[in-house]
C-alpha cells in the first residue's frame, strides 16, 4: 500500500528509526502506527535508535585490501567500551563493512555529508534531463527529487544496499548491530584507494570479484 509521508514522519518521531526503515514498516502494517511500532521493535530498529545518542569513541580503525592489492580501504567504526570494540562480533562487522566499501566504492558516510553545491548541481542536470526527455515542468520536480535519492542511495554508504544482502541497507545492518551488541555504534569516516585511480584503465566488476573473494 502507498504510505502517507506525515505517517513515516509520526513514526520516526516515535521510534527514532530511519526513514526507509519506517516507511518499509508502515507497508508492512498497512499504515498502522501501533503495529509498525511494533515491527520496528521486533527487528530491534526501535531499540537501536534509543541507543544513537549515546557517545561512542572507542572501536576499530579496519583495513581491507583487495585481492592482489589492487583497492585499499581504512575505515573506522565506534562504539562505546573498549571490551565491545575487542571482541569478533564488532570486528567481524568491521570487515564487513570495509569490504563493502571496497566493492560499491561509495563517496560520502551519510547524506548529510553530500556538499549541498555538489547537489544543486546534481539537481540542475537531472532537470536538464528530464526535460530533454520531454517530460512536462509540473512534474519535473518530483522526478528530479525521486532521483536524487536514487544518488544518495549510490554514493551514501548508509543507504547502500549491503554486498552480502541486498535486501538490507547498511544503515539497517548498523541499527541491527546496535541492537544485538547493546552499544551505540557509529561508521565514523573511511578512505578507500583504487591502484591507477584517475588513470585511464580497464574497468572491471570489483563487486563481483570481491564477492567471489567472500564465498570461497
Not at 77 to 102: L, P, S, Y
Request: proline share 2%; hydrophobic share 40%.
Amino acid at each position: 500500500m502507498a504510505v502517507n509521508a506525515s505517517a513515516v514522519k509520526e513514526l520516526r518521531e516515535k521510534t527514532g528509526a530511519g526513514m526507509l526503515d519506517c516507511k518499509k514498516a508502515l507497508e508492512e502494517a498497512n499504515g498502522e502506527i501501533s503495529k509498525a511500532i511494533e515491527v520496528l521493535r521486533e527487528k530491534g530498529l526501535a531499540a537501536a535508535a534509543n541507543k544513537a545518542g549515546r557517545t561512542a569513541t572507542e572501536g576499530v580503525c579496519e583495513a581491507y585490501i583487495h585481492a592482489g592489492g589492487r583497492i585499499g580501504v581504512l575505515v573506522e567504526i565506534n562504539c562505546e567500551t573498549d571490551f565491545v570494540g575487542k571482541t569478533d562480533q564488532f570486528k567481524e562487522f568491521a570487515r564487513d563493512i570495509a569490504m563493502h566499501i571496497a566493492a560499491s566504492n561509495p563517496r560520502y558516510v551519510a547524506r548529510e555529508e553530500v556538499p549541498q553545491e555538489e547537489i544543486e548541481k546534481e539537481k540542475e542536470i537531472l532537470k536538464a534531463q528530464a526535460l530533454n526527455e520531454g517530460k512536462p515542468e509540473k512534474i519535473v520536480e518530483k522526478m528530479v527529487e525521486g532521483r536524487i535519492s536514487k544518488y544518495y542511495e549510490e554514493f551514501c554508504l548508509l543507504e547502500q544496499s549491503f554486498i552480502k544482502d541486498p535486501d538490507k541497507t547498511i544503515s539497517t545492518l548498523l541499527k541491527e548491530k546496535i541492537s544485538t551488541i547493546g552499544e551505540n555504534i557509529s561508521i565514523r569516516r573511511f578512505v578507500r584507494y583504487e591502484l591507477g585511480e584517475g588513470l585511464e584503465k580497464k574497468v572491471d566488476n570489483f563487486v563481483e570479484e570481491v564477492m567471489a573473494q567472500v564465498n570461497q
